[in-house]
């Protein structure tokens, strides 16, 4: 299964962008997804997940009461609603497979998100 982000931009501190991490193949309701970023020079870290229900969500602590995560299995698609944005949010996001919060399988192609202050 290939998980591909997209939805990135520029936005003014903050302002709202969502992002979307589509998947194909039959299996994506079966699986958790979640979102990393890696700002420049910096490691990749984790930022939200989903369970493949929805019924659970986690956020790190920066981005809780801001950040949304939800899906939508019919359409094979996990979205991050951002709100409050802030310049140090800016970074290339990525989606990916997860167990709870950890990252596995290869990562597809991020999403450039510049927060502007």
């Known amino acids: 299964v290939q998980l591909q982000a997209s939805g990135g931009g520029l936005v003014q501190a903050g302002g709202s962008l969502r992002l979307s991490c589509a998947a194909s193949g039959r299996t994506f309701s079966s699986f958790a997804v979640g979102w990393f970023r890696q700002a420049p020079g910096k490691k990749r870290d984790f930022v939200a997940a989903?369970?493949?229900?929805?019924?659970?969500?986690y956020y790190t602590d920066s981005v809780k009461g801001r950040f949304t995560i939800s899906r939508d299995n019919a359409e094979n698609t996990v979205y991050p609603q951002m709100n409050s944005l802030r310049p140090e949010d800016t970074a290339v996001y990525y989606c990916s497979r997860v167990i709870v919060t950890t990252p596995f399988g290869s990562w597809g192609q991020g999403t450039l998100v510049t927060v502007s202050s």
């Open positions: 989903i369970s493949w229900s929805g019924g659970n969500t």
